[in-house]
């Protein structure tokens, strides 16, 4: 968790490069999103893509910050935890709009089907 907290302020700086950034969009996005490559029902491939695919990301997104920037992220990063919630909360609505989404679209098709 503290270092996708990392990212997310590395991220935010202009002095880190589109490439970095491109890949930090794409490890925090994988681990917040709802849908993932190999759904989790599928017996063994469905954790083995969580447990490959998003720390794969999350290092490769960490190599390409230059450890100055890191530093800095990290000891930012340390606040962000520090009563136990981000404080930043309202970063989680369109995750949760799209899981309503999605349990509505499973409901109608399941109950109101014709």
């Known amino acids: ?9 590395a991220y935010k700086r202009k002095d880190v490069s589109i490439l970095a950034k ?9 681990a917040l999103s709802p849908i993932d490559l190999i759904p989790d029902f599928v017996p063994i491939l469905g954790y083995v893509d969580d447990l490959i695919i ?3 990301l999350i ?3 960490l190599k ?11 000891e930012r990063s340390k606040d962000i935890w520090k009563d136990g919630k981000p404080k930043k909360w309202h ?6 709009i799209i899981y309503l989404l999605i349990i ?8 109101f089907n014709s």
């Open 1 to 9: 968790m503290r270092n996708l907290s990392v990212l997310c302020l």
């Open 22 to 30: 491109i890949i930090i969009l794409t490890a925090i996005g994988y």
């Open 54 to 56: 998003l720390p794969f």
């Open 59 to 61: 290092c490769i997104s």
């Open 64 to 74: 390409l910050i230059p450890s100055k920037i890191m530093e800095e992220c990290k």
């Open 91 to 96: 970063y989680a609505i369109p995750i949760i």
């Open 104 to 111: 509505f679209i499973i409901v109608k098709n399941i109950f």
